[in-house]
Protein backbone atom coordinates (compact mmCIF):
# COMPACT_ATOMS: atom_id res chain seq x y z
CA UNK A 1 0.00 0.00 0.00
CA UNK A 2 1.65 3.23 -0.73
CA UNK A 3 1.04 6.53 1.73
CA UNK A 4 0.34 9.86 0.19
CA UNK A 5 3.93 11.48 -0.11
CA UNK A 6 4.88 7.53 -1.81
CA UNK A 7 2.30 8.78 -4.31
CA UNK A 8 3.12 12.20 -4.77
CA UNK A 9 6.94 11.55 -5.23
CA UNK A 10 6.06 8.58 -7.71
CA UNK A 11 3.68 11.17 -9.91
CA UNK A 12 6.89 13.44 -9.57
CA UNK A 13 9.57 10.86 -10.89
CA UNK A 14 7.02 10.02 -13.68
CA UNK A 15 6.28 13.36 -14.18
CA UNK A 16 9.79 14.30 -14.69
CA UNK A 17 10.88 10.80 -16.39
CA UNK A 18 7.45 11.08 -19.16
CA UNK A 19 7.78 14.97 -20.83
CA UNK A 20 9.45 17.67 -19.21
CA UNK A 21 6.81 20.38 -20.39
CA UNK A 22 3.69 18.30 -19.30
CA UNK A 23 5.11 19.25 -15.26
CA UNK A 24 5.58 22.64 -16.10
CA UNK A 25 1.90 22.91 -17.66
CA UNK A 26 0.64 20.90 -14.39
CA UNK A 27 2.82 24.06 -12.47
CA UNK A 28 1.24 26.37 -14.61
CA UNK A 29 -2.52 25.06 -13.96
CA UNK A 30 -2.09 24.70 -10.14
CA UNK A 31 -0.89 28.55 -10.22
CA UNK A 32 -3.67 29.45 -12.02
CA UNK A 33 -6.10 27.45 -9.64
CA UNK A 34 -4.70 29.50 -6.94
CA UNK A 35 -5.15 33.03 -8.46
CA UNK A 36 -8.77 32.03 -9.39
CA UNK A 37 -9.57 31.01 -5.56
CA UNK A 38 -7.89 34.38 -4.48
CA UNK A 39 -9.48 36.18 -6.71
CA UNK A 40 -13.42 34.78 -6.39
CA UNK A 41 -14.58 35.33 -2.95
CA UNK A 42 -14.14 38.97 -3.89
CA UNK A 43 -16.40 38.43 -6.72
CA UNK A 44 -18.96 36.58 -5.31
CA UNK A 45 -21.86 39.11 -3.77
CA UNK A 46 -23.86 37.45 -0.62
CA UNK A 47 -28.05 36.30 -1.86
CA UNK A 48 -29.05 36.78 1.38
CA UNK A 49 -29.71 40.26 0.93
CA UNK A 50 -31.94 39.61 -2.04
CA UNK A 51 -34.75 37.82 -0.71
CA UNK A 52 -37.31 36.09 -3.54
CA UNK A 53 -40.27 35.42 -1.44
CA UNK A 54 -42.26 37.12 1.87
CA UNK A 55 -43.89 33.82 4.08
CA UNK A 56 -46.56 35.22 5.93
CA UNK A 57 -48.14 32.61 7.98
CA UNK A 58 -50.10 34.23 10.86
CA UNK A 59 -52.56 35.45 11.61
CA UNK A 60 -53.27 35.19 7.98
CA UNK A 61 -51.81 33.05 4.97
CA UNK A 62 -49.94 34.31 2.00
CA UNK A 63 -46.93 34.58 0.01
CA UNK A 64 -45.26 37.57 -1.78
CA UNK A 65 -43.24 37.20 -4.93
CA UNK A 66 -40.83 40.05 -4.02
CA UNK A 67 -39.28 40.23 -7.47
CA UNK A 68 -42.84 40.00 -9.60
CA UNK A 69 -44.94 41.47 -6.99
CA UNK A 70 -47.06 38.10 -7.06
CA UNK A 71 -49.21 37.42 -4.27
CA UNK A 72 -51.02 33.87 -3.48
CA UNK A 73 -52.53 32.39 -0.59
CA UNK A 74 -51.71 28.85 -1.40
CA UNK A 75 -49.00 28.47 1.19
CA UNK A 76 -49.21 24.88 1.19
CA UNK A 77 -48.94 23.95 -2.07
CA UNK A 78 -46.13 26.81 -2.51
CA UNK A 79 -43.92 25.03 0.72
CA UNK A 80 -44.49 21.87 -1.03
CA UNK A 81 -42.73 23.08 -4.26
CA UNK A 82 -45.59 23.98 -6.64
CA UNK A 83 -44.67 27.41 -7.84
CA UNK A 84 -44.96 27.17 -11.53
CA UNK A 85 -47.63 30.46 -11.43
CA UNK A 86 -44.64 32.25 -9.57
CA UNK A 87 -42.16 30.89 -12.09
CA UNK A 88 -44.24 31.76 -15.01
CA UNK A 89 -44.63 35.22 -13.82
CA UNK A 90 -40.99 35.85 -13.24
CA UNK A 91 -40.57 34.67 -16.96
CA UNK A 92 -42.94 37.49 -18.21
CA UNK A 93 -41.05 40.02 -15.88
CA UNK A 94 -38.32 39.26 -17.35
CA UNK A 95 -39.66 38.77 -20.64
CA UNK A 96 -40.78 42.25 -20.73
CA UNK A 97 -37.55 43.96 -19.87
CA UNK A 98 -35.59 42.24 -22.23
CA UNK A 99 -34.64 44.98 -24.97
CA UNK A 100 -35.98 44.48 -28.69
Not at 88 to 95: D, I, N, R
Amino acid sequence: MLTKNKCISYKFSTVVADNQPRFSDEIRIVQRVKIIFAIQPRKIKSLSHNLIREYILHPYTKVNDLRTQVETTAVAEVLHGKIDSLIKAYLQVTAKNLPN
